[in-house]
C-alpha cells in the first residue's frame, strides 16, 4: 500500500534555470506568480504547487503554459512563506516538515484568490491544476467548489473513501506507471470507485514508463525516451481545460 507517510521520490526536476514570463504579487496574505495570456480573457486556471513550493521554476513554467494557451495562470504560495521541501533536506524529517502543510486545508487561501481572479481579472470560469501535493489539493477543491469548471490531478496520492468520488466539475486524473508513491492497484480502485459514484466526466489517464513527476519536472528537450508521453500529459490538460473552461 502506498501512500502519504512515503516521500516524494523525485528530485527537482531540470528545468531549475527557466526564468518565467509572469510576475509575483501580494494578494492579502497569500504571495503569488502570475503570468496573463496576450489577449483578455475571462477564463483563468489556479495552479497548486508540488512540494518544492511555488517558486519552482518547473511550476511556472506550466503557469507560463497555460497562459501561452489564453489563461490567466496563478499559482500561490499555500505554504505561506513557510520553507517548501528541498532535494538535499533529510527525508528522514519529511513527515516531520509536512506537519503543518495540509493540501485539504487551503480553503481560506483558495477564497482569496477566487475572490482576486474575479474582481480584478475579469475571470468567469476558473479552473484548478495541481502537481504531487498539489495534485491532492486538487481533487479536495474540486469535491469542494462547485464553482470551479474543470481540474486536471497531476499523480496526486490517491485518498480513499466515502466523500471521495462525488466530483462537482469534470477532472482529469493523470498517474504515471512507475510511481513508486502510488501504486497502481490504488490508481485501479480509483478509477473503479469514480465509475460507480462519480456524477461528473472523468478520465484516469496511466502514462506507460513514467515516473512522479514527469509532465512538470523533466524537460521534454533533454529527455527524448520520454518527450512523447511528456507532450501527450500538457496536451491533455490543455484539451481538458478548453473543453470545460
Not at 513527515?95 to 475571470?123: G, M, Q, S, Y
Not at 477543491?141 to 481540474?151: D, F, H, R, S, T
Amino acid at each position: 500500500m502506498a501512500n502519504e507517510a512515503n516521500p516524494c521520490p523525485c528530485d527537482i526536476g531540470d528545468r531549475i534555470e527557466y526564468g518565467g514570463l509572469g510576475k509575483e504579487i501580494q494578494i492579502e496574505h497569500v504571495q503569488a506568480y502570475i503570468t496573463k495570456p496576450s489577449a483578455d480573457t475571462e477564463k483563468a486556471v489556479i495552479v497548486i504547487q508540488d512540494i518544492f513550493g511555488f517558486q519552482l521554476p518547473n511550476t511556472r513554467y506550466m503557469v507560463d503554459i497555460l497562459a501561452v494557451n489564453g489563461y490567466t495562470a496563478i499559482c500561490p504560495d499555500f505554504y505561506l512563506g513557510k520553507e517548501p521541501w528541498k532535494p538535499t533536506n533529510d527525508w528522514s524529517q519529511f513527515e516531520k516538515w509536512r506537519a503543518d502543510k495540509d493540501p485539504t486545508k487551503i480553503n481560506k487561501e483558495v477564497d482569496v484568490v477566487l475572490k482576486f481572479l474575479k474582481d480584478h481579472c475579469n475571470a468567469k470560469r476558473i479552473a484548478v491544476i495541481g502537481f504531487c501535493w498539489g495534485g491532492v489539493a486538487t481533487h479536495h477543491l474540486i469535491l469542494q467548489y462547485p464553482e470551479l469548471k474543470a481540474g486536471v490531478s497531476h499523480y496526486g496520492i490517491v485518498r480513499e473513501g466515502e466523500g471521495r468520488y462525488d466530483l462537482k466539475s469534470p477532472t482529469l486524473f493523470i498517474f504515471a506507471e512507475n510511481d513508486q508513491v502510488i501504486p497502481l492497484d490504488q490508481v485501479a480502485s480509483l478509477e473503479e470507485n469514480l465509475k460507480q459514484k462519480c456524477p461528473v466526466d472523468f478520465i484516469v489517464k496511466v502514462f506507460p514508463g513514467q515516473t512522479h513527476g514527469f509532465a512538470h519536472r523533466k524537460r521534454e528537450d533533454i529527455n527524448p525516451q520520454d518527450k512523447p508521453f511528456i507532450e501527450e500529459a500538457r496536451t491533455d490538460m490543455i484539451n481538458w481545460l478548453n473543453k470545460y473552461v
